[in-house]
């Protein structure tokens, strides 16, 4: 069964440090590449960042970069996204996602597999 949980969301200050994790607990992806997306208060679902099946390729979009990095453990199925500096921009849902037939990114459309998020708030 596939299934991808997230957690690690809360309420934070702005400049704070937060970590995110998602759990691919059917195993399903650990040869696949994985993503973290983010949906803010009526905005659109925009790409944060992205990591390969091995870990040695990753992506990130222009706003996050230098302040959230993207990696995993495929012992354990958890890929994990660790947000520093945090903004009040950065207020969202993160989905976690994964391709499920590449193990390396290949842009947003090919992420088809998503968990169902978990909120992050940053107060100013």
């Known amino acids: 069964q596939v299934q991808l949980e997230e957690s690690g969301g809360g309420l934070v200050q702005a400049g704070d440090s937060l970590r995110l994790s998602c759990v691919d607990s059917?195993?399903?992806?650990?040869?696949?590449?994985m993503g973290w997306f983010r949906q803010a208060p009526g905005k659109e679902r925009e790409f944060v960042a992205a990591i390969s099946w091995s870990g040695s390729t990753t992506d990130y979009a222009d706003s996050v970069k230098d302040r959230f990095t993207i990696s995993r453990d495929n012992a354990k199925s958890t890929t994990y996204l660790q947000l520093n500096s945090l903004k009040p921009e950065d207020t969202a849902v993160y989905y976690c996602a994964a391709d499920g037939a590449s193990a390396y990114y290949r842009g947003s459309s090919h992420m088809s597999y998503r968990g169902k998020g978990t909120l992050v708030t940053v107060s100013s």
């Open positions: 059917g195993r399903t992806f650990s040869r696949s590449a």
